[in-house]
């Protein structure tokens, strides 16, 4: 009797398996026993490369909370810069209307307050803009409106439209090839550029003021982010669900008609102002940030709570990506809650690799059975089982009475 023991890493646990056999002689003359060999040995090569897959996958999410990390730290560096650097000035509060990037306010935050009337000391950073610069010789900076992995949001005054906007101002001092970088950006940029709906926010300008410092400026919109609709007003109802997800449905439709992949679309990308009016922010800009040489299996980019099977694995990505994701965002927009939880965000990548998350029906008795089966199918673990285009899945979800309407 031979017998073979072969041990395998998987997940943190050691797996023994035991291959029995009779000696090569035995089994050369036994059809059976050179099946049952061969069988074997094909199942210890799927072992091998599921575990090959699975090390890929740790190091892709790995190398995306680096990422992440590295931008916090950059952040907490540039707010201790404006500490040492003179008397802090705080920042002005969250303006009533949300704009591309800004953060959601703390519970019980005051939305109505107004900026202070010393503007913040400034800072060394590439990104640290005050109150009264102006950019580009076109944008005056009226106020900061947030903060985020990759630069600010500011509201800005455009002296050449005569008009507000949303200035979004994104530091690539921490990219690997900043060159490239810039390159990038101002490239997806203007395939966003391209995209023509009602649902998608409007990019005017974009360029690079100064060496490290990139600048896109969009329209203003009144309103909040979806994640901050959620928060305040719980489980939002059928209708509005329907209502939202069908402009947002638009909105991606549109995008991918021109060939542009959002690569992040998540609550806290979708601005919705007056009468539910939706608008997508951030088209490409996933990508056109990426810094450049992380990982040779690829990096990370997205949010891990709305990211398609094929972004954990850090492979392509297409339209059927973001079906994926937007199946994820109706999702916590019907139930209250993403798909997928966890400690961290290693977790809540492999449940997307692997888990299948409870019905919406089941969290919510009034989830319809088109909308249920239209989210379980967008969030499906292969891209072509998932509805062809976002205009699918607006069609699935509706009901057969508002479908007709």
Known sequence: MVVAIVALTMGGRVLIKLIEGRPRSHQLGAGEDRAALVKELEAMRADRKLLAERIGNVETIVCGVDLELNQKLNRLIDEQRLITSGPLAVPAPAAPASVPGAPAPPPGHDRTMTAPTSPPPRSGSPGALVVGDV?????????????????????????VLGDVVALKVISSAWAADEAAMVERFKRECAAARKVSSPNVIRIHDLGEARPGMLYLSMEYVAGRTLTELIASRGLVPIADCLDILGQICTGLAAAHDAGVIHRDLKPSNVLVGDRNAVKIIDFGLAKATAADGMTATGMLMGTPYYMSPEQVRGRRVDAASDIYSLGALAYHLVTGRPPFAGDNAIAVGFAHLSEVPASPRQLRADATAELDAAIARALAKEPADRPRSAADFRAAMMTPAVAKS
């Open 135 to 159: 950019l580009a010789n076109r944008y005056r900076i009226q106020r900061m409106l947030g903060r985020g992995g990759m630069g600010a949001v500011y509201l800005a005054h455009d002296e």
